[in-house]
């Protein structure tokens, strides 16, 4: 089956610890994205790629990181220098500018804490 | 830079009753697309309906439809004959068709479909 996979469901860690979230898609997408939810808020985008080796900031990027080197994968980096890194984090991916179909696929999510 | 705003933050209806959940937005461009996306309590989001916003018509599917008012720049979505599986949290969303493809989200709707 096709889709994205994110892991894991839930991740703890200490505050000062750097932590990667994955993210894997296997439906030949061009894009991927990386969104944090807050409760009560909607979905904020934090980093985006386009095609591999190239990524762009969205609109919180600060105290994350990203890298792209294989279509299939975007892993999320959360630093230490990320404030407030408790949230739930959703990776989803897209087609491509060329296809004309504008659908984003979301996976299931990672719940991180921060203690 | 552009904004999406829900306005009614919960929702509460009896089963097989319609409900209607509304959604404005604010752009300068004039070609766009709108989505409406579900999010249960498993947080999985899925794709309810989307409109490109160069087609008069609004969308329908199945049990759910859309009002456009590009003019008004509005997008409501309603629900008819609501079923219990229809408790979730609805975001609206916003895509520009140049440039990059980001999602701009609503701050979102809880609703409730009580028995």
Redesign the interface.
Not at chain 1, 40 to 45: F, K
């Given at each position: 089956d096709g889709g994205i996979t994110q892991s894991p469901k839930y991740l703890f860690r200490k505050e000062g610890q750097n932590v990667t979230l994955s993210c894997e898609q296997n439906l030949n997408h061009d894009?991927m994205?990386w969104y944090r939810q807050d409760p009560?808020?909607?979905?904020?985008?934090i980093y985006?790629s386009?095609i591999v080796n190239d990524f762009?900031k969205?609109d919180i990027a600060e105290g994350y990181s990203v890298s792209r080197e294989k279509k299939e994968s975007f892993p999320l980096t959360v630093t230490s220098a990320q404030k407030n890194p408790t949230a739930?984090y959703?990776c989803?991916s897209?087609i491509?500018?060329l296809a004309g179909n504008?659908?984003?696929?979301?996976g299931?999510?990672t719940r991180l804490t921060v203690t | 830079a552009q904004t999406?705003t829900?306005s009614q933050?919960e929702m509460s209806v009896q089963e097989a009753e319609t409900v209607t959940l509304s959604c404005t937005y604010d752009t300068s461009e004039s070609n766009y697309?709108l989505?409406w996306y579900k999010q249960p309590p498993?947080?999985?989001?899925?794709?309810v309906i989307?409109q490109e916003a160069y087609k008069q018509q609004n969308a329908t599917e199945n049990r759910f439809s859309v009002n456009f008012q590009k003019a008004a720049k509005s997008f409501s979505l309603k629900i008819s004959d609501s079923q219990l599986g229809d408790t979730a949290m609805y975001?609206c969303a916003f895509?520009k068709?140049q440039g990059?493809?980001?999602?701009v989200?609503?701050?979102?709707t809880r609703l409730t479909i009580n028995p």
């Open positions: 894009a994205y009560g808020q909607g979905l904020r985008l985006y386009q762009q969205g739930f959703l989803a897209s491509g500018l504008y659908e984003q696929y979301f299931p999510g | 999406v829900q933050p697309y989505f498993s947080r999985q989001m899925i794709l989307r975001f895509e068709v990059a493809q980001k999602l989200f609503g701050q979102g």
